[in-house]
């Protein structure tokens, strides 16, 4: 922790030198951390020079709610955001400026904040003298750009508040509300701070002095952030802003691009040998309404993968509304060893107002020409990733349960079940920082029905309260009512015959919303056949949890919505899509490239290319779910799952 003491800060506040070296014997977390709320003035005062640049969307933050009687409220909460980020900002670096024409001295750098998703998780059935948890999320895109236009850094995060909001039966507001906005603004900030001070190459442009600062008249570097947004610093409302002295692409409209792309081995094994011919097949969208010029993709990763596709395709003009296809051939290069390798694929465009997707990253395994074939795995994700234990969760609870063998033999075998649950159960310890003791493991014998209604009906609210997240995983074989659709687990001592031998999801779901846990995630990967019904009668599909769920709350992801046996991956040891599943925790799963697997991220993840190696591999469907799904405004769909960075 001591190199967090910049010994040029040290010298340049008088004093604190002895301070220091004084607590030093007290803590190891005081003197030259970023580590409160607002209240002592520590920092790391890096000596630059930063002109900071919000956003409009900082001034304009606010979230919407309906109160007690259902009536629409906003709660306004931008200039006390914006006033934090710039009093943090300031705990950063030894001088922040917001208005550029007050700058006296060059300036170093450029700091830009704009606010990424605001949400509100809040539910007041009814008008009644009771309290309600709440949680707010808030987002920051940031970034630091040196004089010269370099980009030192950037980083999108998402802060938190929870607690609790009184309502009384005979009024409509909602009181306290206003605390955990505050919470979620200063964790928000705390750590957009924390990332800036602690950023190596911001702290090298620190210690270089005003080496490429800039002069005046000299014009600013476009924001890293927020493409086709002004930047313009906050300053109030009757001082006018300086107008800009190069032409501005404000007035441009903006383009969206989106991209996808797929690589297509020759053997379609996921399994990557020394010479095998291989394709990348990518497909670049403009979605509008303005054109994009100039449109690039970069390329890196491993040099055997590297090596087949030039470092830059060149996309060109792509106007609004329309696609364009790229398809690049090549073989892979020297492998010298087994091993996982990363593709990495970013857009760029020159256009200074186009909206450019998350890069997208390919994790496959390369294996050297002359090895065996089952010498390696397309990803070993019984292997633990780099990162563990770095989101801890010490109230959250966890059920694993695998299922692969019966008691009645005439019940085919679900092979991986058992294994599936061990190894999720394992992630969810290391990655997920549940405690071991937390995690109930359930195989085979050990999950008779008597089981299953024990550990969701007794053990589990043992274990959960307010602020704990229960996860859930259950592979092995059900049954869907020939009648209702309704969905049950077969456990060990079940049958098909006789119904009150199953465990149903229903009774799993009412289990759940029993509980006074914040949040649940659920994950589902069955095989599916019909209860035995008469000849000639129609068999109703699945009916799995939707609207009748609390989507706030609760979370499905299903690895197989029909009826049908879910596929097994053998080059991976596991079913497919506890396969993906565990490979997204691994980091596959990160789209926005944070850090942080969201529960959402997982799901999409996992969803995609459960239906893709089923069509492609194995040549039929399987069809996974989400519940809820994309853009259905859910905060369950934010709950970490894991953190690597």
Request: aromatic share 6%; net charge negative; glycine share 10%.
């Amino acid at each position: 922790m001591l190199v967090r003491l910049h010994p040029i800060a040290v010298w340049r506040r008088g004093q604190p030198l002895v301070a220091c070296v004084g607590l030093l014997f007290l803590s190891l977390a005081g003197c030259g951390l970023f580590s409160n709320r607002d209240g002592a003035h520590i920092g790391y005062y890096l000596p630059l020079t930063v002109q900071l640049r919000q956003a409009p969307t900082v001034a304009a933050a606010q979230l919407t709610y309906q109160d007690a009687c259902g009536q629409p409220q906003t709660v306004a909460f931008g200039q006390q955001l914006a006033e934090s980020i710039t009093r943090k900002s300031g705990r950063v670096f030894e001088k922040v400026v917001t208005d550029p024409g007050s700058a006296h001295a060059p300036i170093d750098g450029y700091e830009d904040v704009s606010v990424g998703l605001i949400d509100l998780d809040l539910f007041i059935p009814r008008k009644a003298t009771r309290s309600h948890t709440a949680t707010v999320a808030i987002g920051l895109d940031f970034a630091y750009t040196a004089a010269d236009g370099a980009v030192l850094f950037s980083k999108k995060l998402q802060a938190m508040g929870t607690g609790d909001v009184d309502v009384q039966q005979s009024s409509c507001e909602v009181k306290g509300l206003d605390k955990i906005v505050k919470e979620a603004i200063a964790k928000a900030t705390d750590g957009m701070a924390e990332q800036l001070g602690t950023s190596v190459k911001i702290r090298q442009a620190a210690g270089a002095g005003h080496v490429g600062a800039s002069s005046p008249g000299m014009v600013p570097p476009p924001s890293p952030i927020a493409p086709g947004t002004s930047m313009a610093p906050m300053v109030p409302a009757a001082v006018p802003v300086p107008s800009a002295t190069a032409p501005s692409a404000v007035d441009e409209l903006p383009a969206t691009l989106m991209f996808r792309a797929i690589i297509r081995d020759e053997n379609r094994n996921q399994l990557l040998h020394e010479g095998e011919h291989v394709s990348v097949e990518i497909e670049v969208k403009n979605e509008g309404p303005g054109a994009a010029a100039g449109v690039e993709i970069i390329v890196s990763g491993n040099a055997a993968l590297v090596e087949m596709i030039p470092g830059v395709l060149s996309v060109g003009d792509i106007p609004a509304g329309d696609v364009k296809h790229l398809s690049v051939d090549g073989k892979v290069g020297p492998v010298a060893e087994a091993t996982q390798a990363e593709l990495v694929l970013a857009l760029h465009a020159k256009s200074p107002t186009v909206r450019l997707p998350s890069v997208k990253k390919f994790l496959v395994a390369l294996k050297p020409a002359n090895a065996p074939e089952a010498f390696a795995m397309p990803v070993d994700v019984d292997q633990l990733p780099e990162g563990s234990g770095k989101l801890k969760q010490p109230k959250a609870v966890g059920i694993a349960i695998g299922i692969e063998q019966f008691r009645d033999n005439g019940i085919p075998r679900v092979k991986y079940a058992q294994h599936d649950a061990d190894v999720v159960a394992k992630y969810w310890h290391a990655l997920g920082g549940i405690p071991l003791e937390r995690i109930r493991r359930l195989f085979d014998s050990r999950a008779l029905k008597s089981d299953l209604a024990e550990t969701f009906e007794d053990w589990l609210p043992r274990q959960a309260d307010a602020t704990s997240v229960v996860y859930v995983f259950i592979a092995g074989r059900g049954l869907v009512d020939s009648a209702t659709g309704a969905v049950s687990v077969i456990p060990f001592d079940g049958t098909a015959a006789s119904p009150s031998r199953l465990y149903s999801l229903r009774r799993l779901q009412e289990a759940l919303n029993k509980l006074p846990a914040q949040r649940a995630i659920v994950m589902i990967d069955l095989s599916l056949e019909h209860t035995p019904g008469e000849e000639g009668t129609s068999q109703a599909a699945p009916v799995w949890p939707q609207e009748e769920q609390d989507k706030q709350r609760i979370m499905w992801m299903v690895g197989n919505r029909g009826v049908q046996d879910a596929h097994h991956f053998d080059l991976g040891q596991h079913g497919l899509f506890a396969y993906q599943l565990l490979k997204g925790l691994g980091g596959a799963g990160d789209v926005d490239s944070d850090g942080t697997i969201l529960a959402g991220e997982l799901c999409t993840y996992a969803k995609g290319q459960v239906a893709k190696m089923a069509r492609e591999r194995f040549g039929n469907e399987q069809q996974p779910l989400c519940v809820p799904g994309p853009g259905q405004g859910a905060m369950i769909r934010l709950q970490p799952l894991a953190k690597l960075k």
